[in-house]
């Protein structure tokens, strides 16, 4: 609603809150002031066309009816509103189809008869009507098939995506199409972990057959996820999936130095998650108790007041050194800096070491 409020360029007049200083009054009387940070896309002026003119009440009444929830009269009136792309004296196409895009599915998301088609429609006609939003648009498409459970139809969505290229690449475009990369992965991923688990819980299927797909899945995503470490960033999800992958088919030593480097690289933002997969994986495979105190020990100068500092206390107690026993005092200490930990530390430490 935002957006349509300041398409619609709503003035607001600014007005002092003591009210007696005659100054003031006289320099804004007869004067609307708006704030300058918007720019409105709608002003009614002298020159407007009759065209630009029903557009903007057009926008108004789209903008009445969905503050008041009436999505059908609001879906009726869309309807008709993209005709504004066709002013040829329109300088500011570019945020008309911004407003249409976000407008459109705001109001297909909360009508009652909405079906997946119309979003089709709607993402399609869009991703055509400019190269600017081609990416977004198919990243936001492939997103709604995925809530819709059909990841099938988003992979090939972001395949094609993946594949377009219009004149000479930006740097914003680049990023996108990472990031769609990265998306059409993980639903390969989606894709392998539903096949492992018909595979798991069906003897009846051909599990040459069934390995076989899982593993072509597997090669595809992994391709992505691995050439994601070459992009700092926080990608969590992306790293689960192919850690995952990676110690179904037993390549732990990988996996380990997936998570090492998404733990410890300094390219990478600091990240308390990166060292909590860490540690657990080092956890579900044995690891010795001093590589665990290391992994903990990055941890607690992230987030002191993380959880897992009281295994971190646990380890050190387990090791019987008076230093170690000293420092698990000090982070038992900080930890009652926080007030989450104040009433319950006690009985949480009590939990624990039962």
């Known amino acids: 609603m935002d957006d349509l409020e300041e398409h619609l360029g709503l003035h607001k007049h600014l007005v002092d809150d003591d009210g007696d200083s005659s100054d003031n009054s006289s320099t804004l009387r007869g004067k609307k002031l708006r704030l300058p940070l918007v720019q409105p896309m709608f002003v009614e002026t ?29 879906a009726e009136y869309m309807a008709c509103y993209p005709q504004i ?12 189809k911004e407003l249409i895009w976000r407008a459109s599915t705001e109001i297909l998301h909360h009508h009652p008869k909405s079906t997946i088609e119309d979003y089709n429609i709607i993402y399609e006609r869009l991703k055509h ?10 990243l936001e498409h492939s997103f709604h098939l ?15 995506a993946e594949s377009w290229r219009y004149g000479k690449e930006s740097s914003a475009q680049i990023q996108r199409t990472k990031l769609i990369q990265a998306y059409r992965s993980l639903l390969d991923f989606i894709i392998w972990s539903e096949k492992k688990v018909v595979l798991s819980n069906n003897n009846t299927v051909d599990a040459l057959s069934e390995n076989q797909s899982m593993h072509n899945y597997f090669r595809q995503a992994s391709v992505n996820l691995k050439g994601i470490l070459s992009n700092p960033g926080v990608w969590d999800p992306f790293i689960l999936s192919y850690v995952e992958m990676l110690e179904f088919y037993e390549d732990y030593e990988e996996a ?21 997969y860490l540690y657990k994986y080092l956890q579900r495979h044995g690891a010795p108790q001093k590589k665990l105190i290391h992994v903990l020990k990055n941890l607690q100068l992230l987030v002191p007041s993380h959880e897992l500092m009281l295994e971190y206390t646990s380890l050190l107690l387990q090791s019987e050194k008076q230093k170690n026993t000293q420092k698990a005092l000090g982070i038992v200490l900080e ?16 939990e624990h070491h039962q």
């Open 256 to 276: 380990l130095k997936v998570l090492n480097d998404y733990a410890f690289d300094n390219s990478f933002p600091p990240n308390p998650n990166a060292h909590v």
């Open 129 to 138: 009507s400019g190269f600017k939003l081609y990416l977004k648009v198919s």
């Open 146 to 160: 995925m809530l819709q459970g059909k990841f099938e139809d988003a992979k090939q969505h972001l395949a094609a």
């Open 335 to 350: 930890m009652l800096d926080f007030a989450c930990w104040r009433n319950n530390l006690d009985r949480r430490l009590g």
């Open 46 to 74: 002298k020159k407007e066309t009759g065209f630009t003119q029903s557009c903007r009440m057009c926008l108004e009444q789209i903008r009445e009816a969905m503050l008041h929830h009436r999505w059908q009269e609001a």
């Open 85 to 96: 792309l066709e002013d040829k004296a329109c300088y500011t196409t570019k945020q008309y």
